[in-house]
């Protein structure tokens, strides 16, 4: 089992939708999690962190569950531009880092 | 403006020869990694760097060996290289913060190797 999974997709959603992914993780000792985003043939940028509260930035809404060790990003009110790779990221306690392969999204007009 | 910038976009190596990767930052940043991608499997950690001189196996360090000498300087070298290794290859750099591990993670705009 891989330590961080996420569901490849793709996710084909029309503009305006809402789409929700998931990544899960299996090591208890995980201590921070970030969702970063992936343009095609680009680098990966940090798209949020994600905190024990969730958070919020303007369409993008991460969330944390501990009990059920998944962290979960929601995107309304979807856009062209945010067709991209979704990639989950998790820091394991000391100095372990570990990405998951990515989530695909295609926002169609 | 944070920057991370690495020696070449495409590259192109045969079967056997050393090949260097090398990666700068100018953030000052005590982190640095060698990453590398390839489809469906999404980017694996190769080794990384707490400091100067001091490096950490990743998860794939088969192959593959670092070199740190200066702090904003860190460099991948292919001793042999193998079709194997055809891929992209991202280094990025970050801080690291006492509860959170390593903070967010600035990358280069990735070397696209072919081993012919």
């Known amino acids: 089992r891989k330590e961080v999974e996420q569901d490849p997709g793709p996710f084909n959603v029309p503009e305006g939708a809402t789409v929700a992914f998931n990544c899960t993780y299996s090591?208890?000792?995980?201590?921070?999690f970030f969702w970063y985003r992936q343009d095609c043939r680009k680098e990966p940028k940090l798209l949020m962190s994600v905190y024990s509260s969730g958070n919020e930035d303007g369409r993008f809404t991460a969330q944390l569950n501990r009990a059920s060790q998944y962290i979960s990003l929601l995107i309304r009110d979807s856009k062209l531009s945010d067709s991209a790779t979704y990639l989950c990221?998790?820091?394991?306690?000391?100095?372990?880092?570990?990405f998951g392969a990515g989530t695909r999204l295609f926002v169609k007009a | 403006d944070v920057k991370v910038t690495q020696s070449s976009r495409y590259l192109v190596k045969r079967t056997g020869e050393k090949v260097f990767l090398e990666c700068v930052q100018d953030m000052d940043h005590e982190n640095m990694f060698w990453y590398r991608q390839d489809p469906g499997l999404g980017l694996r950690l190769i080794y990384f760097s707490y400091d100067v001189k001091m490096k950490e196996k990743g998860d794939i360090p088969e192959g593959y060996s670092v070199s740190r000498e200066k702090k904003e300087r860190f460099s991948l070298i292919l001793e042999s290289a193998s079709t194997n290794q055809t891929s992209m290859y991202l280094c990025?750099?970050?801080?690291?913060?006492?509860?959170?591990?390593?903070?967010?993670?600035?990358f280069g705009p990735g070397t696209r190797l072919t081993v012919t």
């Open positions: 990025a750099s970050s801080l690291f913060r006492s509860g959170v591990g390593f903070d967010e993670q600035y």
């Open positions: 090591n208890s000792a995980s201590q921070s």
């Open positions: 990221v998790v820091n394991i306690l000391g100095f372990k880092t570990i």
